[in-house]
């Protein structure tokens, strides 16, 4: 999915002068040389990604963040063109410094959400993905993004069995080859009462 990813305030400007051969990427290139703090590599970085030339804008966007580490609209530069060159866990590292300067940021969290699916993990990428949904509820791409996010989760795992809970004590088996303990001797039956006692033995005669 292709992202349209804006860069406000910065995006290269027309040159509608006519008979003006010089192309963007060459003027912005003259303009670098001349002062290599300039601000002028983010349109320069722009010019590159829109020319498929993704490995040069990366090298300017990276050349160029450690003067203006704090311009996000090259780190955005950055992390498209990182995801051009199947790079996300690139983009993934840059993405997330941004998130601490603008943990809203469409494109942010937008660009966040592709790379995560490119990489593989369709769990922090609905996370991302639902973040921005709450945020822009009537984004096109967000939605769409998403959609695909929890496609590629599919359904929910299988539920976790309940613990069961111990029951009520019960008298442990025997061990095998234990001896079982003897029975108790019954006591003597009583006599009953007013039995005749028995007669006694006559003596024998001499």
């Known amino acids: 999915m292709e992202l349209r990813v804006r860069y406000p305030d910065m995006t290269p400007p027309q040159d509608d002068a006519p008979g003006n051969p010089s192309e963007p990427v060459e ?8 002062d290599p703090r300039s601000l002028v590599f983010v349109p320069l970085a722009i010019a590159l990604f829109e020319a ?3 490995q040069e804008a990366v090298d300017v966007c990276r050349r160029g963040l ?3 580490p704090d311009a996000v609209e090259a780190r955005l530069v950055l992390a498209r063109a990182c995801l051009k060159l199947k ?3 690139d983009a993934i590292v840059e993405l997330t410094k941004l998130l601490k300067q603008d943990p809203n940021g469409r494109e942010t969290l937008l660009l966040l959400g592709a790379a995560l699916l490119e990489r593989g993990d369709a769990n922090r990428a609905q996370q991302a993905l639902q973040r921005a949904s709450s945020i822009y509820p009537d984004d096109a791409e967000v939605t769409a993004l998403l959609t695909t996010a929890r496609e590629r989760l599919g359904p929910a795992g299988p539920p976790v069995a309940p613990v069961q809970k111990p ?10 080859g234990a001896a079982k303990p003897a029975a108790a001797a019954a006591p003597p039956a009583a006599k009953p009462a007013g039995a005749a006692a028995p007669p006694a033995a006559k003596p024998t005669a001499a």
């Open 27 to 34: 003027r912005y290139q003259a303009e670098l040389r001349a």
């Open 66 to 68: 450690a003067a203006h």
């Open 167 to 176: 029951g009520p004590a019960s008298a442990q088996p025997p061990a095998p």
């Open 87 to 89: 790079r996300p866990a």
């Open 52 to 54: 498929d030339r993704y």
